[in-house]
């Protein structure tokens, strides 16, 4: 499995913006996909992008304002957050897979990452 390790999480203002990144061990995967979590919430899907094609998913919580990305090695990814909200206010997770189906299906990553706090105040 891919060892994935994320960073760039704080404290921001409502309004404000982060990027967080994920490095991964290796490139053989399918796609990466950001999660997050908040306290007594189930985990969800944020963000997807396809290794290969580079086609992105998003929820459409976050649609316009946040972007996904990966570098040109494909071995690191990143989420940008804009005009973040108190809302997003939520352990993120980096996660991939070598398979397919929906992208925000958390059962189908065999692989996570530790996760990195974000905190919004309003």
């Known amino acids: 499995q891919a060892r994935l390790l994320e960073s760039g999480g704080g404290s921001v203002q409502a309004g404000g913006s982060l990027r967080l990144s994920c490095v991964a061990s290796?490139?053989?995967?399918?796609?990466m996909a950001w999660f997050r979590q908040a306290p007594g919430q189930e985990r969800e899907g944020v963000a997807a992008i396809y290794t290969m094609s580079g086609g992105t998913y998003y929820a459409d919580s976050v649609k316009d304002r946040f972007t996904i990305s990966q570098d040109n090695a494909k071995t690191t990814m990143y989420l940008q957050m804009n005009n973040l909200k108190p809302e997003d206010t939520a352990m993120y997770y980096c996660a991939a897979r070598w398979g397919g189906g929906t992208w925000s299906l958390k059962s189908s990553y065999p692989s996570w990452g530790q996760g990195t706090q974000v905190t919004v105040s309003s």
């Open positions: 290796e490139v053989a995967y399918s796609n």
